[in-house]
């Protein structure tokens, strides 16, 4: 489904879900007036980039979420990977805990999940909703932006998407038949920056610092500090203290 204008492709998705479609849909739109962005924050989604949403039903109630957003991550990196593949911004592509994808140090893209409520069966539904920077990057205050045409790709927002589905697909093939969160999580690492380093983690009421070590079962950030302790960190700001040089961001 593609709309010209709708508040947030993740509304849509939880209109569509509250009205019984169970999925799995896509809900892609040229331009958002109410884009979301992750903790409350505003998704800035002027025309000619890419807002879409999937929407799935999934058993909400054994914690059938853990890895989703990892899975979207992926799915999104690969999409990218695609996109840029004669750029040597492809060679700047990781991921960012939870789920951004940047082009050395820059915010490429974004994703977001929100659920309804488990009901009695357990069961409810997740929109994932992924924004991609393809022709344009908006200025956004604390971190840098960039976008898929300033890297050197000729993308459009349709062939963006179809690579992005295309990879949803296999990914979510693989996080279903696999060993669950374990193969999601070691692909994951491979594309994460940060790992092994020195990375700052704001919270709503303190800031961090340690070393990024892993993630756990749940997806949750592993930060050891400097006694050796650990901490799992579920939901803030991850800050990479050395981010490496800036090579085709638009900065
Ligand atoms: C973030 O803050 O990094 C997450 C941004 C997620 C933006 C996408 S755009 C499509 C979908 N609809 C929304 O309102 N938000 C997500």
Known sequence: ????????????????????????????????????????????????????????RLDLSQGSTTGLSFVAALAVF????ACLADCDAA?????????????????LSGIL???????????GSVAIGVGVNVASSPDVAGYLTTDLSS????????????QL??????????WRGGDGFGAIRSAWLERAGGLGQEVVVRLPNEQLTGTFVGLDD??????????????????????????????????
């Open 1 to 56: 489904m593609v709309l010209d204008e709708v508040d947030s492709t993740n509304a849509e998705a939880l209109r569509q879900a509250h009205a019984g479609e169970v999925g799995p849909l896509w809900i892609r739109a040229q331009l958002q007036t109410m884009g979301r962005g992750r903790q409350g924050r505003e998704w800035v989604s002027q025309e000619g980039n890419l807002y879409c949403s999937l929407l799935l």
């Open 78 to 81: 690969d999409a990218a990977q």
């Open 91 to 107: 060679h700047g592509l990781s991921l960012k805990w939870p789920n951004d994808l940047l082009v050395n140090g820059a915010k």
């Open 113 to 123: 999940l929100e659920a309804t409520s488990a009901g009695a069966a357990g069961t």
């Open 151 to 162: 890297c050197g790709s000729d993308a459009t927002v349709d062939t963006v998407f179809a």
């Open 165 to 174: 589905a295309g990879a949803f697909d296999s990914w979510l093939r693989i």
């Open 218 to 251: 749940n997806g949750a950030l592993v930060l050891r500090d400097a006694s050796g302790n650990e901490r799992n960190i579920f939901a803030g700001d991850l800050f990479l203290t050395h981010p490496p040089l800036s090579v085709g961001a638009d900065v």
